[in-house]
């Protein structure tokens, strides 16, 4: 007997902050756009943003705890944001300079990848990742 596969779809990550606002407003300054927010007013609970397709939901920790019985722990680092970007060295320059923390400062990695990360708010590692062309001189 085969068994058909459940399809998913729409794939996201959820970061959890014990500031939603300041989070929201990192990713904003990163080209992201808001496009879901609950509650409509006063403080926000949950907040989706997007990028070029790609969501993530910045959730409450409390309201993480208080409306779903989960305890997120904040302590660990499981997951970054990759973000392609056509100026490495710029972005992290700019990010740097308004207060992101570096994590690593722009390399060459691999035959064609510039690489940088630096880190959001809450610490949550931001990967600056640049294909390089290939260089002409063989």
Avoid: C
Avoid at 76 to 89: A, H, Y
Avoid at 102 to 129: F, K, M, T
């Amino acid at each position: 007997m085969i068994r058909l596969l459940v399809m998913f779809s729409s794939p996201a990550i959820n970061i959890y902050s014990h500031d939603v606002v300041r989070l929201v407003t990192f990713d904003e300054g990163l080209g992201f756009r808001e496009t879901f927010r609950t509650p409509k007013d006063g403080t926000p609970d949950h907040v989706e943003v997007v990028l070029d397709g790609f969501t993530i939901g910045i959730a409450s920790v409390e309201a993480a705890i208080a409306d779903h019985g989960l305890n997120p722990d904040l302590g660990g680092r499981p997951v970054e944001v990759v973000l392609w970007t056509d100026d490495t060295d710029g972005d992290y320059a700019r990010l740097t300079a308004d207060g992101a923390p570096s994590l690593s400062a722009p390399h060459d990695w691999l035959a064609d990848l510039r690489l940088a990360w630096v880190a959001d708010p809450d610490g949550n590692p931001i990967q600056l990742a640049q294909r390089r062309k290939p260089d002409s001189n063989g």
